[in-house]
């Protein structure tokens, strides 16, 4: 039986695709001039730094990870997903709004194969490179210019998923 | 001052402003935490092909690539105006590990014995370089979001698809450095 009081939202076929394996998927209202990108760049500027700082883009350190003979990379994922997991509460228990004034909402993550397929991929390469997405930009910043061979390769690959996507399990 | 911010920095100096991201993300514009996302942005940007999954407006998820340059900037401050003379401090197990391996040079973040120009073009760059980078592209978009984006966001949010996440790029890794990288080192 259907209910003839709630039609069915309309559908965004850029928001439709732009969602897809997508983390972020907030579409944001207002309009704002380009600059306003530049708040993320200030926090980027300052990630890049604790990057380096942390050792977090040395390879080494990835070593030492995951043959579990250092606690160091472990000690900044765990605090950081602590203090990341305390402001999610918070921001949901005071139901904080952005400095917009638009209300704050984080989507939940649905399962699907890919997250452990794609998930191992990551993982061998994660050890091979030293690197995640992140760190490949903070390693080339930091004056290791090969890495940009790395980097465009990410790209290749993120390019190919999205060429065979159709023909994978999820 | 200065002296002191050259030092390395702890762990839990590192995973606070890391874990500071996912609420400062929010406020400055109801963003959710990810970095693997820029790199289909960028693909989305220059060479969509015409596949349907780069065809979207990329422009609207713009931030994620201010943010990225952010990062690239940042370090290169830190790697100019921070860097700490002395060598690495590596765990001595894994330090003879390497060195066995014939990776001895810990004076910077990365191994010069690897990741060097003149490396690029051989057997041994092929699988650091080109297949370490197509691994980590296409497996993060696969898996929908890399270490910020599920192991960092998507726990810091109690999600369970995370944690699956998380835990196989911990399997993919283990498995790489403890049965695929010995051979690799020896190339």
Not at chain 1, 80 to 99: E, P
Not at chain 1, 114 to 143: N, R
Not at chain 2, 102 to 109: C, H, R, V
């Amino acid at each position: 039986m259907k209910d003839a009081k709630t039609p069915d939202p309309p559908v965004d076929p850029d928001f439709e695709q732009r969602s897809l394996d997508a983390v972020c998927v907030n579409e944001s209202q207002l309009q704002h001039p380009w600059w306003h990108n530049l708040k993320y760049t200030a926090w980027g500027l300052m990630f890049g730094v604790v990057f380096v700082k942390t050792e977090i883009i040395s390879w080494f350190r990835i070593q030492e990870m995951f043959r579990f003979e250092s606690f160091h990379m472990y000690g900044v994922i765990g605090t950081a997903v602590l203090v990341g997991a305390m402001s999610v509460i918070l921001i949901k228990r005071l139901k904080a709004r952005t400095m917009h004034g638009e209300t704050i909402v984080i989507h939940p993550k649905e399962f699907n194969k890919g997250q452990i397929y794609g998930g191992l991929i990551f993982g061998l390469g994660w050890a091979i490179t030293g690197a995640c997405p992140g760190p490949l930009f903070a390693q080339m910043g930091a004056g290791f210019g090969a890495i940009s061979i790395t980097f465009l390769f990410a790209v290749v690959g993120t390019w190919v998923y999205g060429l065979i996507r159709e023909r994978l399990p999820h | 001052m200065l002296e002191f911010l050259k030092q390395p920095w702890p762990w839990y100096v590192g995973g606070a402003l890391i874990g500071l991201t996912v609420p400062i993300l929010l406020i400055l514009g109801n963003k959710t935490f990810g970095i693997s996302s820029s790199l289909r942005h960028l693909c989305a940007a220059c060479l969509p092909a015409k596949i349907p999954y780069f065809m979207y407006d990329w422009k609207k998820e713009a931030w994620n690539l201010f943010f990225v340059a952010g990062v690239l900037g940042g370090a290169m401050l830190a790697a100019n105006f921070l860097s700490d003379p002395n060598p690495l401090v590596v765990a001595e197990s894994t330090k003879t590990y390497l060195a066995e391996k014939g990776i001895t040079d810990t004076s910077a973040l990365l191994p010069a014995e690897i990741f060097a120009w003149e490396n690029v073009l051989s057997l041994r760059g092929f699988f650091f370089f080109v297949v370490g980078g197509f691994c980590v592209g296409f497996g993060t978009r696969y898996a929908g979001g890399c270490t910020s984006g599920h192991a960092i966001m998507g726990l810091s949010n109690l999600q369970w698809p995370s944690l699956i996440a998380t835990m196989s790029f911990m399997v993919g890794g283990v498995v790489m450095t403890w049965f695929i990288l010995p051979y690799l080192l020896t190339l």
